[in-house]
C-alpha cells in the first residue's frame, strides 16, 4: 500500500476534463512540492507537472497541476485517446534531495 | 543528450546477489542526486534509494532507502567514470521488477526536487 493515495482507475471520453487526486500527510506532500509522471507499459516515465504546477518543455498545457495542503492533483483538459496511461504522483524530500515516495498510480481510461 | 544505461539484470535465485550499474552522460554526474526506481510487475512504481551529489565539503554522499530494501541494498556512485550502482543482496522474490536509474532535478535554490531523466532500465528476476 502506497503513502500517496491515488484513485486505482478514471476515465473519460474525448474532448472531456479529469482529474486524478493525490492525497498524502503532513510529512510529504504537506511539506513538500507535488510531481506528476505519465507511463505508459514498456516506456520510460514521463515527467508532465514539477514543483506542484509547473509544465517542463514540451508537455502541452492541457496537463496542470495544483496542490492544497496535504493533498494534490492532475488535472487533463481536452482529452486525447493518446492520453491513455498510467499516472503517478511523487514527492522527494525537497530539503535532502533524496527520499521519495509514489503514488500507486491511476489508470486513464479514454472511452 | 542527457543518457543513463542500466545493466546488471537478470535471473537470480532467492538469496542470491546482484549488481546493478548506470553509465550516464550528457551531464556533469557529480552536481546531481541520483535514485534507482523499481516497477513491480503488475504494479506501480516504487522508489528504491537515492544518493546525494557530492560536495567540496564533503567526500562522501547522504543515502535513502526504502524500508523495503534497508540493510538489503546498497547504493553507490563513481563521480570519475560517471556511474551509479546499486548493490542488491538477500534478494527475495519480490523484488522482482524492472529497476530505473533516475536523475534528480531540482528547482533554483533547491525549493523542489524530482525526476527528470530516466534510464531504460533493467529487469531483475528472483526465481528457484
Known amino acids: 500500500q502506497s503513502v500517496l493515495t491515488q484513485p486505482p482507475s478514471a476515465s473519460g471520453t474525448p474532448g472531456q476534463r479529469v482529474t486524478i487526486s493525490c492525497s498524502g500527510s503532513?510529512?510529504?506532500?504537506?511539506?513538500?512540492?507535488v510531481n506528476w509522471y505519465q507511463h505508459l507499459p514498456g516506456t520510460t516515465p514521463k515527467l508532465l507537472i514539477y514543483?506542484?504546477?509547473l509544465r517542463p518543455s514540451g508537455v502541452p498545457d492541457r496537463f496542470s497541476g495544483s496542490k492544497s495542503g496535504t493533498s494534490a492533483s492532475l488535472a487533463i483538459s481536452g482529452l486525447q485517446s493518446e492520453d491513455e496511461a498510467n499516472y503517478y504522483c511523487?514527492?522527494?524530500?525537497?530539503?535532502?534531495?533524496?527520499?521519495?515516495?509514489f503514488g500507486g498510480g491511476t489508470k486513464l481510461t479514454v472511452l | 543528450e542527457v543518457q543513463l544505461v542500466e545493466s546488471g539484470g537478470g535471473l537470480v535465485k532467492p538469496g542470491g546477489s546482484l549488481r546493478l550499474s548506470c553509465v550516464v552522460s550528457g551531464f556533469t554526474f557529480s552536481s546531481y542526486s541520483m535514485n534507482w526506481v523499481r516497477q513491480t510487475p503488475g504494479k506501480g512504481l516504487e522508489w528504491v534509494s537515492s544518493?546525494?551529489?557530492?560536495?567540496?565539503?564533503?567526500?562522501?554522499?547522504?543515502?535513502f532507502y526504502a524500508e523495503s530494501v534497508k540493510g538489503r541494498f546498497n547504493i553507490s556512485r563513481d563521480n570519475a567514470k560517471n556511474s551509479l550502482f546499486l548493490q542488491m543482496n538477500s534478494l527475495r522474490a519480490e523484488d522482482t521488477a524492472v529497476y530505473y536509474c533516475a536523475r534528480v532535478g531540482s528547482c533554483s535554490g533547491g525549493t523542489c526536487s524530482y525526476v527528470d531523466y530516466w534510464g531504460q532500465g533493467t529487469l531483475v528476476t528472483v526465481s528457484s
Open positions: 511523487a514527492v522527494w524530500d525537497d530539503g535532502l534531495n533524496g527520499p521519495g515516495v
Open positions: 514543483s506542484n504546477n
Open positions: 544518493i546525494s551529489r557530492s560536495s567540496i565539503s564533503r567526500s562522501s554522499s547522504y543515502k
Open positions: 503532513s510529512s510529504n506532500i504537506g511539506s513538500n512540492t
